[in-house]
């Protein structure tokens, strides 16, 4: 179900995760090797002046079903099921996941065991978008994988809305 890589805090952490998102470092070598893992993470700890704090940044091993149909339709679309070594899944992980990491969605407060799963999201939780996030590439990728060309609809299509009958399109 998971497989945990521990480090240490710190340097050798930061290490592994760079290796993990350069070429799949260990976790992507521990998943070939137990091909039915569903998650795979990447955890430290620390203990300073009483108080514990740890990073637990984690990896769904699974296909969205939402890419899997783009998979159907786009025979370029990578998945995990067709993917058949650590450096095939890695190539997925990068091309179609663009590297996402989840954080902490094993020892947070409203985790379960055997119940691993995203949690709901809240309001509080929220971080602005930064460059590194690629949030307009992404929505590039779903218009493109979508057949979207109309760009002065394209928000709307995105988030389900449609325009009124009979309404006016304005241009800036």
């Avoid at 179609?96 to 094993?106: A, F, G, P, S």
Wanted: aromatic share 10%; glycine share 4%.
């Amino acid at each position: 179900m998971l497989i945990i890589e521990c480090k240490t805090a710190g340097a050798e952490y930061i290490k592994e995760k760079k290796n993990t998102e350069e070429d799949g470092g260990q976790l992507f070598s521990y998943w070939q090797q137990e091909n039915s893992t569903r998650w795979i993470a990447l955890y430290a700890s620390d203990w300073s002046e009483q108080i514990l704090s740890y990073k637990c940044l984690v990896i769904n091993c699974t296909d969205d079903a939402n890419i899997i149909k783009m998979a159907e339709k786009d025979k370029d679309v990578k998945v995990y099921t067709k993917a058949h070594n650590d450096k095939e899944r890695f190539e997925v992980w990068d091309e179609t996941y663009h590297k996402e990491w989840l954080d902490d969605v094993v020892f947070n407060e409203e985790s379960q065991a055997y119940n691993i799963g995203i949690p709901p999201l809240r309001k509080g939780k929220l971080k602005d978008f930064t460059p590194e996030d690629r949030i307009v590439n992404r929505f590039e990728e779903i218009l493109r994988h979508n057949n979207v060309s109309d760009k002065e609809n394209a928000f709307n299509r995105l988030v389900g809305q449609r325009r009124p009958a009979g309404t006016l399109r304005t241009r800036n």
